[in-house]
């Protein structure tokens, strides 16, 4: 069984930055896109940033700007830096792969905080 791994989140003031990663615990085939979800209290979960195999990203208009995705195909990571953090980021940030046979896989979830 596939498990995605996340870990970078923490507490920082607003205005500062983090690096967000997700690592895969074994191969996965025919990969389209891997992403970023988030999550805050009482909201329900939302996408953050995207990228699919041909290289194609797809942020979130209260993020563009300020994110930014990348991968690594050979070790099926993906991270996201994040920069200007806002308060409104804090949230409960989620990997996710998705491939074209129809799997879906998420990691665990790593917590967010920005304090004002």
């Known amino acids: 069984q596939v498990q995605l791994v996340e870990s970078g989140g923490g507490l920082v003031q607003a205005g500062g930055s983090l690096r967000l990663s997700c690592t895969a615990s074994r191969s996965i085939f025919n990969i389209n896109t891997m992403g970023w979800y988030r999550q805050a209290p009482g909201k329900e979960r939302e996408l953050v940033a995207s990228i699919t195999s041909g290289g194609r990203t797809n942020y979130a208009d209260s993020v563009k700007g300020r994110f930014t995705i990348s991968r690594d195909n050979a070790k099926i990571r993906i991270f996201l830096q994040m920069n200007s953090l806002k308060p409104e980021d804090t949230a409960v940030y989620y990997c996710?792969?998705?491939?074209?046979?129809?799997?879906?896989?998420w990691g665990q979830g790593t917590q967010v905080t920005v304090s004002s």
């Open positions: 996710n792969i998705k491939t074209f046979y129809g799997l879906d896989y």
